[in-house]
T-cell receptor, first 115, second 114 residues
Framework: AQKVTQAQTEISVVEKEDVTLDCVYE???????LFWYKQPPSGELVFLIR??????QNEISGRYSWNFQKSTSSFNFTITASQVVDSAVYFC????????????FGSGTRLQVQP | AAGVIQSPRHLIKEKRETATLKCYPI?????VYWYQQGPGQDPQFLIS???????DKGSIPDRFSAQQFSDYHSELNMSSLELGDSALYFC?????????????FGEGSRLTVL
């Protein structure tokens, strides 16, 4: 069975601070996808990144960066120089590569960025 | 670019009533997923369809049913509604379920059961 754990329920930072959201996953699959989604107060789910299990390269997109470590089954997400608009719930998710199994989400981390 | 369209965006029903949610996937997407997100919860997978056939089933109650039509839109039918069914219901679509790329989510339909 697949499982995603986001141990941080809520994080509060002051604007311009860096913040890292942790994600640990469990799967018996040897190939899989990992995702991060952002859910702002308006409720929609915004896709941030997809990473397949073959690719352990870290990725940077603007102020966002992701650290994928297969050895520790972690896929952490860092926001550099946080902004108030980053305030949202962030979900880490896992899926197998067949596409027939839907995403398994973590419980989410609520990030509050104070001005 | 066209996105996943869900309707209605908001729905209020009484206990024991029936509700139907609709989802129009991105054009050419062949796979549709339904998720239920309760207050303060993570999205829970309900059911998915690939090429109009059910492809996977999650924690969908027996009171719920869904189908995908020939034009690939999908409907989630919920009967004998309970207070606990109050949630945000997301539809997502993807192209080619054998290569699970990005799932595109709709904005959700918020169901309130009174």
């Amino acid at each position: 069975a697949q499982k995603v754990t986001q141990a941080q329920t809520e994080i509060s930072v002051v604007e311009k601070e860096d913040v890292t959201l942790d994600c640990v996953y469990e799967t018996r699959d040897t190939t899989y996808y990992l995702f991060w989604y952002k859910q702002p107060p308006s409720g929609e789910l915004v896709f941030l990144i997809r990473r397949n299990s073959f690719d352990e390269q870290n990725e940077i997109s603007g102020r966002y960066s992701w650290n994928f470590q297969k050895s520790t089954s972690s896929f952490n997400f860092t926001i550099t120089a946080s902004q108030v608009v980053d305030s949202a719930v962030y979900f880490c998710a896992l899926s197998d590569l067949t596409g027939r199994r839907a995403l398994t989400f973590g419980s989410g981390t609520r990030l509050q960025v104070q001005p | 670019a066209a996105g996943v369209i869900q309707s209605p965006r908001h729905l209020i029903k009484e206990k024991r009533e029936t509700a139907t949610l609709k989802c129009y996937p991105i054009p050419r997407h062949d796979t549709v997923y339904w998720y239920q997100q309760g207050p303060g919860q993570d999205p829970q997978f309900l059911i998915s369809f690939y090429e109009k056939m059910q492809s996977d089933k999650g924690s969908i109650p027996d009171r719920f049913s869904a189908q995908q039509f020939s034009d690939y839109h999908s409907e989630l039918n919920m009967s004998s509604l309970e207070l606990g069914d109050s949630a945000l219901y997301f539809c997502a679509s993807s192209l080619d379920s054998f290569y699970n790329g990005e799932l595109f989510f709709g904005e959700g339909s918020r169901l309130t059961v009174l």
